[in-house]
T-cell receptor, first 115, second 118 residues
Framework: DAGVTQSPTHLIKTRGQQVTLRCSPISGHKSVSWYQQVLGQGPQFIFQYYEKEERGRGNFPDRFSARQFPNYSSELNVNALLLGDSALYLC??????????????FGSGTRLTVV | AQKITQTQPGMFVQEKEAVTLDCTYDTSDPSYGLFWYKQPSSGEMIFLIYQGSYDQQNATEGRYSLNFQKARKSANLVISASQLGDSAMYFCAMREPILTGGGNKLTFGTGTQLKVEL
């Protein structure tokens, strides 16, 4: 069975540009969460989507947005990129919203570099 | 205030020895979950072990065990018989409900870099 798939694996963008990151969850999982991990820190929660609805948003500016599609895959969009947006972006899937231990499964991430 | 505290930025252990990675947490919610993840240099977060706040016994998964002391709000990871492949960054995380939206999120500590030596 395929795990959580993220694309692209690496990306270089210029300040001010926009970027779209993609995530395909494990088959049967209905929830996708996005995390940002800046070098040397732990991941920080950005969004959770469940059944195509936003179920939570972390402390990130409105430049960050996301959506979930009918097949439960998800996109994370970041507009007007700043140097500080350079990070590893991780996607995690789970069967439900995670109220109990369903086992969040993470993808390998997308390394975004903003120059 | 930090909700997850990992006070050991780096740890060294000799192969075949046991090592304990520290984690303390802060929450007023009686229902919560605690996770440990391993992150090798490739970046993927690998789930190791889970402890629910109502679980009576400490969690174990193979060579991993979680020393859960609820009153002290600590959830230390114990790795027995360390292997060279255990060298990685280790993160402690707590599941929290999201008050608006009905979802849940993981709050991570800053991590501990473990190096296993021959």
């Amino acid at each position: 069975d395929a795990g959580v798939t993220q694309s692209p694996t690496h990306l270089i963008k210029t300040r001010g540009q926009q970027v779209t990151l993609r995530c395909s969850p494990i088959s049967g999982h209905k929830s996708v969460s996005w995390y940002q991990q800046v070098l040397g820190q732990g991941p920080q929660f950005i969004f959770q989507y469940y059944e195509k609805e936003e179920r939570g948003r972390g402390n990130f500016p409105d430049r960050f947005s996301a959506r979930q599609f009918p097949n439960y895959s998800s996109e994370l969009n970041v507009n007007a990129l700043l140097l500080g947006d350079s990070a590893l972006y991780l996607c995690a899937s789970s069967p439900g919203t995670g109220a109990v231990h369903y086992g969040y499964t993470f993808g390998s991430g997308t390394r975004l570099t903003v120059v | 205030a930090q909700k997850i505290t990992q006070t050991q930025p780096g740890m060294f252990v000799q192969e075949k020895e046991a090592v304990t990675l520290d984690c303390t947490y802060d929450t007023s919610d009686p229902s919560y979950g605690l996770f440990w993840y391993k992150q090798p240099s490739s970046g993927e977060m690998i789930f190791l072990i889970y402890q629910g706040s109502y679980d009576q016994q400490n969690a174990t998964e193979g060579r991993y065990s979680l020393n859960f002391q609820k009153a002290r709000k600590s959830a230390n990871l114990v790795i027995s018989a360390s292997q060279l492949g255990d060298s990685a960054m280790y993160f402690c995380a707590m599941r929290e409900p999201i008050l608006t939206g009905g979802g849940n999120k993981l709050t991570f500590g800053t991590g501990t870099q473990l190096k296993v030596e021959l």
